[in-house]
Nanobody
Framework: QVQLVESGGGLVQPGGSLRLSCAASGRTFSTYAMGWFRQAPGKERAFVAGISRSGSNKYYTDSVKGRFTISRDDAKNTVYLEMNSLKPEDTAIYYC????????????????????WGQGTQVTVSS
């Protein structure tokens, strides 16, 4: 069992930056690939970024490439999402999720593949 708690959301002006954190409980954090998803009002939950269990592989949806960076610190059981050059269309609830990849190095982008979810943190980009 893994419990995930996101933090770091808030209101930011267009062009600004935020850093989201996701703290995980449990001693097996390093065995999970981690992902960030977001859900805007009236839309389905969508993949934003993922990082493999080793941290060596990262994957981003096209709309955030070059602006967002995912990273993990296994000593702190935490995954981060650094968001720069934020746009109004980035406004959403952001969720982190853990995928038990059973030793594999892959990163999956379907929400159904992830086993554990946080409660979400609101990010609003507005002037």
């Amino acid at each position: 069992q893994v419990q995930l708690v996101e933090s770091g959301g808030g209101l930011v002006q267009p062009g600004g930056s935020l850093r989201l954190s996701c703290a995980a409980s449990g001693r097996t954090f390093s065995t999970y690939a981690m992902g960030w998803f977001r859900q805007a009002p009236g839309k389905e939950r969508a993949f934003v970024a993922g990082i493999s269990r080793s941290g060596s592989n990262k994957y981003y949806t096209d709309s955030v490439k070059g602006r967002f960076t995912i990273s993990r610190d296994d000593a702190k059981n935490t995954v981060y999402l650094e968001m720069n050059s934020l746009k109004p269309e980035d406004t959403a609830i952001y969720y982190c999720a853990a995928d038990n990849v059973f030793g594999r190095s892959w990163i999956r982008d379907r929400a159904d593949d992830y086993d554990y979810w946080g409660q979400g943190t609101q990010v609003t980009v507005s002037s």
